[in-house]
């Protein structure tokens, strides 16, 4: 599945279930909100994305805790556990999702290219996914997103599930 149909997946969903969405975006600088925004309709969940590429952004914009990022760096599955909580908070979205990572060429802060992290953030709490992808830079970029829109639709599906649940 691409990154396109993925993404009217994810719209479809968060639309149909009244839910919004939001983003916090490093190695892939604002590709997974661009994908949603492409998806006409997308008004109604996108609330917006935050393109935290330096750690003072993370830090200070979504509030990812300074000491973890300066003990871990900012690829930590952590970082984006507290990544996708900031952009919840920030831009009052009821689900977010992030992105942190290598993309390369070079490994960043004693990880590997290829490593990246996913988070998600709702009501029901946070968490994050660790992934390797190969190829090159573009390449893993491209999973990356690909990845994240994943695990957002997988999120609105859960946030769903459990609202039918009450």
Do not use: C, W
Not at 78 to 91: F, K
């Amino acid at each position: 599945m691409n990154e396109h149909t993925l993404a009217q997946q994810v719209v479809l969903a968060a639309v149909a279930d009244g839910v919004t969405i939001g983003t916090a975006e490093s190695l892939t600088a604002g590709m997974v909100s661009s994908a949603l925004a492409t998806v006409p309709g997308a008004s109604a969940a996108l609330q917006g994305g935050i393109v935290s590429y330096q750690s003072e952004v993370k830090s200070g914009v979504l509030g990812v805790d300074q000491d973890l990022l300066a003990t871990e760096g900012s690829v930590h599955a952590d970082v984006a556990r507290q990544m996708a909580e900031g952009a919840r908070r920030v831009l009052g979205a009821d689900i977010a999702v992030s992105t942190t990572g290598v993309a390369g060429p070079e490994p960043h802060g004693g990880k590997p290219v290829g490593t990246v992290f996913i988070g998600t953030a709702g009501a029901d709490g946070s968490a994050a996914v660790g992934f390797t992808f190969s190829g090159g830079r573009a390449e893993i970029r491209a999973q990356a997103e690909e990845a994240a829109l994943e695990q957002l639709l997988d999120a609105i599906q859960r946030t769903t599930a459990a609202r039918g649940q009450r």
